[in-house]
């Protein structure tokens, strides 16, 4: 599938997904059609615990409070499965909610699939109305968008 375009529907979704808070894990399915009336970035990521990856949801997670301020939620995805992601959430501090695309369903949807290689490192902004705002598809997968543009983005939305 083709990436929407800024302007479009976001695809919705349900995926299956963990948070850790206070140390401890609670599972959920997390339904983008839910979030409907606030801002979601979706930070799309090829692997738990790489470098890069943990590079990327470290810089989101240290502005995570700017993000919830401005009454927008951050979700990441990958296809790896929940004890994975909780392995890797706790060695990175991280306490947003990590989305398990094991069939890759979501990640062809937003068109970001690779065929033999997984993912690109991408991110949208889906606005509080389900429609994409703003995004940034990697065309490899060492560069991401410092959470400072992606903040500025959301500030768009809200101003």
Known sequence: MSIPAVGDPA?????PGMIIRDGVRSDAEYDLASEY???????FYPGDATPVCTAQLCSYQQELDD?????????GISPQA??????????ASLTFPLLSD??????????VHVPGLGLRR?????????IL????????????????????QIEQLVA
Do not use: C, M, N, Q
């Open 11 to 15: 695809p919705t979704f349900t995926l």
């Open 37 to 43: 009336g606030r801002t979601v970035v979706l930070a």
């Open 67 to 75: 993000f919830d301020d401005l009454g927008a939620v951050v979700w």
């Open 82 to 91: 929940l004890d994975s992601h909780e392995t890797f959430a706790r060695g």
């Open 102 to 111: 094991i069939a890759s369903a979501v990640v062809r949807d937003y068109g």
């Open 122 to 130: 991408s991110v949208f902004v889906i606005g509080p109305d389900g």
């Open 133 to 152: 705002r703003w995004r940034h598809v990697g065309l490899v997968g060492l560069r991401f968008p410092k959470a400072a543009a992606i903040r500025a």
